[in-house]
């Protein structure tokens, strides 16, 4: 199957400070990549739906200046935790979609952050 | 809004079982579902994709069926080993494209 890949994996940070986790599809252009937060035992919460070259679309409760998302192209989507909070602290985790339709769904192995 | 049900949301049973996974939805109108498998801090590994138009699909030890009438979907694992161990999950994609997810099973297999 395809690949995604997500960095970093583990990432610790001072409170104030800001946090990029880089997505990234390796052998195929993603024309839309979703971003998710896990908290510990619970499910995958969708937070955002970004299509390339075009603003991200938040879910409800998202705050987009906290949680900057940027689909510059075809296999590189970021997203930026800015003024990190310790309740911040999450596992962050994209996916990538080759086409919006029929295809599978493929996800990154996921950005542990925790903030102190 | 789609809402996914698994259920039971966990299971402990001894090496060499045969387990069935419940995975229910509220709305029938969805192009596919994924199962998928997560281990303890680690991101999902695709396990099986169904597409609407099929009702199974294999790979190995799993069985993924999918009735869309009634909104359900259901995971077997045959001859189940400690390594299965970890928390599944299922995922529809309906009109929107967006994987909606369900809390998962945490299973334990002990030898």
């Known amino acids: 199957g395809a690949v995604v890949s997500q960095h970093p994996s583990r990432v610790i940070c001072k409170s104030g400070t800001s946090v990029k986790i880089e997505c990234r599809s390796l052998?195929?252009?993603?024309?839309?990549m979703f971003w998710y937060r896990q908290f510990p035992k619970q499910s995958l919460m969708l937070m955002a739906t970004s299509n390339e070259g075009s603003k991200a679309t938040y879910e409800q409760g998202v705050e987009k200046d906290k949680f900057l998302i940027n689909h510059a192209s075809l296999t590189l989507s970021t997203l930026t935790v800015t003024s990190a909070h310790p309740e911040d602290s999450s596992f962050y985790i994209c996916?990538?979609?080759?086409?919006?339709?029929?295809?599978?769904?493929?996800f990154g192995q996921g950005t542990r952050l925790t903030v102190v | 809004k789609q809402e996914v049900t698994q259920i039971p949301a966990a299971l402990s049973v001894p090496e060499g079982e045969n387990l069935v996974l419940n995975c229910s939805f509220t709305?029938?109108?969805?192009?596919?579902l994924q199962w998928f498998r997560q281990d303890p801090g680690k991101g999902l590994t695709s396990l099986l994709l169904?597409?609407?138009?099929?009702r199974e699909q294999t790979s190995g030890r799993l069985n993924a069926s999918l009735d869309k009438s009634s909104g359900r979907s259901t995971l077997y694992i045959a001859a189940s080993q400690p390594g299965d161990s970890a928390t599944y999950l299922c995922a529809v994609r309906g009109g929107s494209y967006i994987p909606t997810f369900g809390r998962g099973t945490s299973l334990i297999v002990h030898p």
């Open positions: 052998d195929f252009q993603a024309t839309t």
């Open positions: 996916s990538a979609i080759l086409q919006t339709g029929y295809t599978e769904a493929f």
């Open positions: 169904i597409q609407s138009s099929q």
């Open positions: 709305d029938s109108a969805i192009y596919n």
